[in-house]
């Protein structure tokens, strides 16, 4: 088929993601909040359930319509889940209702840094650090024989027969010499390396209940889909506490339930630890978020945490989030955060999934 | 590509055969592509030139992932012009390819001869690329969002046409109003007779009966118009270019509906051709293996859905194997004898004769209502399923069949869509559109109802009504107008 119907299709289809994206901002609240994405996330891609992106038109109901089937079965026997449309289509129509669409995570970023009005974030650290990304485009008259390029090793000794007047049509015969001999080659593409690390804290304690989790889970993707976003490499630490802390992995981060205390303080002392042993401050970015219900082992600790933050915490990282789910009793930590003034701290209460949406606006709002 | 060489002999030899067969149809062309292109062509319908909207552009992502994950691949593709445009797959066997143009000879045969068919525009490759460029036209002097949205809301509406509307005369010639009596003549009798041949009561009656004529005729329409499309076209107050549109919308839409109404005869035609073809001429004895996998696959019942290929096939054989043994007619249906009906064979040899009868005058409605018999819906094991709230699944619900058969026409009548009428255009006297639904035990999809709703609201610029009825409340009307969507109960 001709360039042009080829074309034709890539701007419909183009349209189509235009119409896609417009779907997914003006439901962006929704999927935020409903979580429906995380899970149905591959390496790079999100598969978002778009229901109904078809034209309307009116039709009958489908599960009252039923149809007509073909094989053994008795009556009352199940056919199989219920996402059969009735329709007579065989081959040709799937039976899914619900179009599935594919995103990339950097899509959904921009989706969200738009909606959210995200200023982009502004990198320090050694922006002149390069490594490179190295691709096989070039050619060169030197390599190795398993990098030959037939194509061009044959383009350039016809164009010699040709120029030499050796070449004969009728007996298109192309012999290459040594001279016309072609290979692939590697160039080396620069990009700038800006590392970033994400320092996730949690209370663990009795209090802190599945539900709980499941914001701070939520409100953790999406920070993490932007900061992704921002930098080209992105670590992430994951600090759980009660009265104690201590480091463990993303599974455990989520699900593990301790009983007992809370103290604050302990969780900062570790992240403070973590920073001055493995992160120098002038090349990474650091970003560190807190959630905990509020509550805190005393005064003291608040104190003490107080002081943490602004004389080991604050200094050195880009960004502190606070994050306070609801349910805690008592004095709520949030008052310690709201006297310290420092424009890299801010705090977010995050009380219920719709919270998570203007949580997530409040602490990457100011593009830090 | 036009095919040469190998290909155009087989196309020959194969032709030569399907015509001695009886079958008849103009030039086909076949074009080889590969499968991006192949996808390319289903998503515009076959057409390679369409208008832009991104519907096609979401079919084509759809056909493209399902055949780079293995779930689904397009063999072939024809289209209903003059001359025959069809589409082989670059990558099919070589068996695949005879398979192919044996089975495009059906349907060319069908689109030629079929009677559903013989109104719909052989030179719709022009048309449609005309279609084309009218509306990149009205892209480029009326903006983009403009005129997709105003498509957007046509497509939205483009099955509620009269799909007999081509070969039928719907509206009564215009009769002056003046020459229509005013009231009733009494028969002349003497006064002692006159309350027998002229009884008052049925004076009365024939009296409101003229009024009620006259006030249908005040009416506007004057009889409901099934071909809403038109109506619209006719009547809605839209600018030139927004009237056009619609009339390609509408135009498209008849095109392709007789495709829909005869789905199951014309892939069972093309398979019923197919199969004879190849397996007794084309087929070579090394190919037999990958010829009974492709056929198979094409006829195969997947999850006990009905499979319109294998449903149509079947139907053409058992025709035919009925007329050659004269199976039918009153003698066979009155014998109860299950072996002597089963054995019973006449010689009359009919059987090929009957099924091209068929061919040229039935849609799917009157081939399954004719030739859908008991023993056929038993021996093909057909149930209807129903869907099972409590188990949140479709389930096998009858075998009976009568109630096999009245489904199965259910689904077929009016293609598959909801029956609806233009009742008035000047509801309440406020030149708001009322639309009746024909509610026969199927309630519409709320959702997509009220959706429609709003785009016919903004082809008609006014208020529209839909009445219709929804089970466990009764008849309702659903609205829709300016301050959006509302409903009553009558």
């Known amino acids: 088929m001709n360039y042009s119907t080829a074309h034709r299709i890539d701007q419909d289809a183009k349209r189509f993601r235009q119409i896609v994206h417009g779907h997914v901002r003006q439901n962006l609240r929704k999927y935020i909040s409903n979580g429906e994405l995380i899970g149905r996330q591959g390496k790079d891609l999100v598969s978002i359930p778009i229901p109904q992106i078809e034209l309307p038109h009116i039709r009958f109901g489908g599960k009252q319509m039923g149809g007509v089937g073909q094989g053994d079965g008795d009556v009352g026997d199940p056919l199989g889940p219920g996402d059969q449309d009735g329709s007579l289509g065989a081959g040709d129509q799937p039976g899914a209702h619900l179009l599935e669409v594919e995103m990339s995570l950097e899509e959904l970023a921009e989706i969200l840094g738009e909606e959210l009005a995200l200023p982009r974030i502004e990198p320090k650290g050694k922006k002149n650090v390069e490594g490179g990304k190295v691709r096989y485009t070039g050619i060169r008259r030197v390599g190795p024989e398993s990098l030959r390029s037939f194509k061009r090793t044959y383009r350039a000794a016809l164009k010699r027969q040709m120029t030499a007047g050796l070449y004969n049509p009728d007996r298109p015969v192309v012999i290459p010499i040594r001279d016309d001999v072609r290979y692939r080659s590697w160039n080396v593409y620069p990009q700038p390396q800006n590392s970033a690390v994400i320092f996730y804290m949690m209370d663990v304690s009795g209090s802190m209940t599945r539900h709980k989790k499941e914001l701070v889970r939520l409100t953790a993707f999406w920070i993490d889909t932007w900061l992704r976003h921002n930098y080209k490499s992105l670590t992430v630490r994951y600090i759980v506490h009660d009265a104690a802390a201590k480091e463990v992995d993303q599974h455990t981060f989520y699900h593990l339930r301790e009983s007992g205390g809370t103290k604050i303080s302990s969780a900062y002392q570790l992240c403070a630890r973590l920073v001055d042993e493995e992160y120098d401050p002038a090349e990474w970015n650091m970003y560190a978020f807190h959630f905990s219900d509020g509550e805190n082992f005393g005064g003291q600790d608040d104190r003490l945490c107080q002081e943490m933050l602004e004389e080991r915490l604050l200094p050195h990282m880009n960004l502190f989030g606070y994050g306070q789910v609801p349910g805690g009793y008592g004095r709520m930590f949030m008052e310690t955060i709201a006297q310290i003034e420092d424009e890299k701290l801010v705090g977010a209460k995050i009380n219920d999934r719709d919270g998570i949406f203007d949580a997530i606006k409040v602490f990457l709002g100011k593009g830090l | ?455 016919l609201f903004a082809v008609w610029g006014r208020p529209v009504h839909l009445e219709t009825v929804v089970k466990d409340k009764g008849e309702i009307i659903f609205s829709h107008g300016p301050d959006g969507s509302a409903t009553w109960i009558i």
């Open chain 2, 1 to 455: 590509m036009l095919i040469t060489g190998e290909l155009a002999e087989l196309q020959r030899e194969i032709e030569e055969i399907a015509f001695d067969y009886g079958l008849s149809f103009p030039e086909v062309r076949y074009e080889m592509v590969d499968y991006q292109t192949v996808n390319l062509l289903a998503a515009y319908d076959g057409f390679p030139i369409r208008y832009p909207h991104w519907r096609f552009g979401m079919e084509y992502e759809r056909l493209s992932k399902s055949y780079a994950y293995g779930l689904h691949r397009i063999y072939e593709m024809v289209i209903n012009t003059i001359p025959i445009y069809a589409y082989l797959l670059q990558s099919n066997l070589m068996v695949d390819q005879k398979l192919v143009m044996a089975h495009v000879c059906g349907h060319a045969d069908f689109f030629t001869n079929n009677y559903w068919f013989s109104h719909t525009d052989r030179k719709m490759l022009d048309e449609v690329a005309n279609h084309s460029a009218r509306i990149r036209n009205y892209i480029d002097r009326f903006g983009h969002e403009r005129v997709e949205n105003f498509l957007d809301a046509c497509l939205s509406l483009d099955n509620l046409i009269d799909i007999h509307a081509a070969g039928v005369r719907r509206r009564a010639p215009h009769v002056d109003e003046d020459d229509e009596p005013k009231t009733i003549k009494k028969i002349q009798a003497k006064d002692y007779m006159d309350s027998y041949i002229n009884p008052p009561e049925f004076l009365a009656n024939q009296q409101r009966r003229l009024e009620n004529e006259q006030a249908q005729l005040k009416k506007f329409p004057v009889e409901p118009e099934r071909d809403v499309l038109l109506f619209l076209q006719e009547y809605a107050p839209l600018e030139n270019w927004q009237r056009d549109v619609l009339g390609i919308v509408r135009e498209e839409a008849y095109y392709f509906a007789p495709q829909r109404q005869t789905k199951i005869m014309n892939e069972g035609w093309a398979v019923f051709w197919h199969t004879r073809i190849m397996t007794n001429h084309m087929l070579q004895p090394g190919e037999i293996i990958d010829y009974a996998e492709h056929h198979s696959g094409t006829v195969a019942v997947h999850s006990g859905r009905l499979n319109p290929y294998r449903l149509g096939y079947e139907l053409f054989l058992d025709i035919e194997d009925r007329w050659n043994r004269g199976a039918f007619g009153p003698e066979y249906e009155d014998c109860q004898d299950h072996n002597l009906r089963k054995n019973w064979d006449k010689k009359l040899g009919k059987g090929l004769e009957k099924v091209f009868e068929v061919r040229r005058i039935y849609n799917d409605v009157g081939f399954i209502d004719a030739f859908l018999t008991e023993e056929f819906a038993r021996e093909h094991k057909l149930f209807t399923f129903e869907y099972n709230e409590h188990a949140n699944e479709y389930e096998i619900a009858s075998r009976a069949f009568q109630d096999v058969k009245q489904k199965l026409l259910f689904q077929l009548t009016n293609f598959g869509q909801p029956i609806i009428d233009v009742v008035d255009a000047n509801y309440d006297n406020r030149g708001e559109l009322y639309l009746v639904h024909h509610h026969e035990g199927i309630d519409l999809d709320r959702p997509y109802l009220e959706a429609t709703l709003s785009n």
